[in-house]
């Protein structure tokens, strides 16, 4: 009589018998654009040291005086970046040597303004006619030396713009009106910030 707590021998090798699959037989099974991740290659993640290091401090508010100071100094920066570069309108190398003639002579529009400021007091009603009478003939002498003077700016800059730019695409009245605006504004206060001293050679 077989017992019954006997396992027949078949039994035992299907027991032992295990499926093991290769290497190959697993990446046939994932799809084409599968990407092994760092646990299945066998990677770790190192992680980052924490001793040593600084811990990040939350930000505080600013008070009102600082907030004034910090807004004082970025707008003093950005006028000294705009008094060294310039605008948009001052960008090109056509720009820049209209500005190089003009920083490069005593221009009599230096004086135009300091010139109108002084016809407009002369020719109050109040004052004598001799002076009403000089503050016209100065205002006319101020006003026939601009002329004069844009017309020798506007000339030298379309001389030197075919000599050294043939290919520019720059409108030459806008140059000659950007090149004259300059000559009436003092030297000083001019932007961008002269580069070339008077009398220097262009």
């Given amino acids: 009589m077989p017992s019954l707590f006997r396992r027949k021998p078949a039994d035992l090798v299907e027991d032992s018998v295990t499926t093991v699959t290769t290497d190959e037989e697993s990446a046939a099974a994932r799809p084409r654009g ?17 001793a040593g290091r600084r811990p990040t401090a939350p930000a505080r508010a600013l008070t009102k005086e600082e907030a004034r100071e910090q807004r004082r100094a970025a707008r003093a920066e950005s006028a000294a970046e705009f008094r ?13 040597l209209a500005r190089n003639v003009v920083d490069s002579r005593r221009t009599i529009g230096t004086w135009f303004f300091g010139g109108a ?20 003939v100065l205002w006319g002498a101020l006003a026939l030396g601009v002329l004069v003077d844009s017309v020798l700016i506007s000339r030298k800059i379309k001389k030197l713009v075919r000599e050294r730019f043939p290919k520019s695409t720059e409108k030459l009245g806008s140059l000659y009106f950007y090149a004259i605006m300059r000559s009436i504004t003092f030297r000083r206060m001019r932007a961008p910030a002269p580069r070339v001293a008077i009398g220097e050679k262009i």
């Fill in 84 to 96: 060294r570069e310039g605008g948009p309108r001052d960008r090109g190398p056509e720009r820049l």
């Fill in 34 to 50: 599968y990407t092994p991740s760092k646990k299945e290659l066998g990677v770790t993640t190192p992680k980052r040291p924490t």
């Fill in 117 to 136: 400021l002084i016809v407009l007091v002369g020719s109050n009603q109040a004052m004598p006619p001799i002076v009403r009478l000089l503050s016209n």
